[in-house]
């Protein structure tokens, strides 16, 4: 039960850090620094999207953000 608490928890917080980092560096509210905030907000969203996906975080933690792509299936 603790464990299952523990996981909800963490879901909700990296969620609302997510979106508070994405709102923070969207390039629409930082037209004075276009460039910058878009990088900042694809590495922003790309990082929610591996953490959020259990198989993809397994493969970033053992790879890094530098191995190749894995094959997608059909």
Known sequence: MLVTSTIAWVRR???KAYRKEAL???PDKNPDQKEAAEKR???ISQ???VLSNPDER???DRYG???PQRPRGP
């Open 13 to 15: 917080w990296r969620g």
């Open 24 to 26: 923070r560096w969207h």
């Open 41 to 43: 907000f694809k590495d």
């Open 47 to 49: 990082a929610f999207k």
């Open 58 to 60: 397994a493969h970033f």
């Open 65 to 67: 953000s530098e191995a």
